[in-house]
Structure formats: structure tokens, C-alpha cells
């Protein structure tokens, strides 16, 4: 149970981060728009493939650790979407 305590406080973390990073991008996009800065923009624009990449991971993460702890059914049930399900049940395959 303490190592799903860490896991689930590490995935916080990495959401609030996350989070961060999204607002930053949201306060830089209207400032980019009001002061017609082109360059900010495109910083805004690049930086999306950073949260992007930050998004799968916590999905990835959260999916493995639903798989890992929870009861199928539940998992299942949690599952938004076919892919997950196929990623929770390759986690429980490797699962020792």
C-alpha cells in the first residue's frame, strides 16, 4: 500500500505540473494575441507537444497503476476507451 501512496502522490505532482505548464501557455497565448507577438506564439505553439507528451505519460502511468492495484472489473469499468483496456491488460500480463 505505501508504494500505491508514492505512485499516487508522484502522478499529483506530475499533474500539478502539468497544470502549471497549461496555464503558463493560456496567460502567454492571450498575451501573444493582445500584443500581437508572433514570436510568443510559436513558443506557446512548441510548448504543446511538452504537455502533450506529459499528458500520455500520466495516462500511461495511471493506467498501469489502476491495472496493478484495482480488480479487473473495476479497471475495466475506469477504462474511457479500448486502448486503455488493451494497455491494462498488458500491464497484468507482466505483472509478477
Known amino acids: 500500500m505505501r508504494r500505491f501512496a508514492l505512485e499516487l502522490e508522484e ?5 500539478l505540473e502539468m497544470g502549471a505548464l497549461v496555464e503558463a501557455s493560456i496567460h502567454c497565448s ?3 494575441l493582445v500584443s500581437r507577438d508572433e514570436g510568443m506564439a510559436r513558443r506557446v505553439i512548441e510548448n504543446e507537444s ?3 507528451k506529459m499528458e500520455l505519460d500520466i495516462d500511461a502511468r495511471v493506467t498501469r497503476l489502476l491495472a496493478l492495484n484495482q480488480p479487473v472489473q473495476a479497471t475495466s ?3 474511457s476507451s479500448p486502448s486503455k483496456s488493451t494497455r491494462i491488460w498488458s ?3 507482466t505483472w509478477p
Open 11 to 15: 502522478l499529483k505532482r506530475a499533474l
Open 30 to 32: 492571450v498575451q501573444a
Open 50 to 52: 511538452c504537455v502533450n
Open 77 to 79: 469499468a475506469c477504462s
Open 91 to 93: 500491464e497484468l500480463a
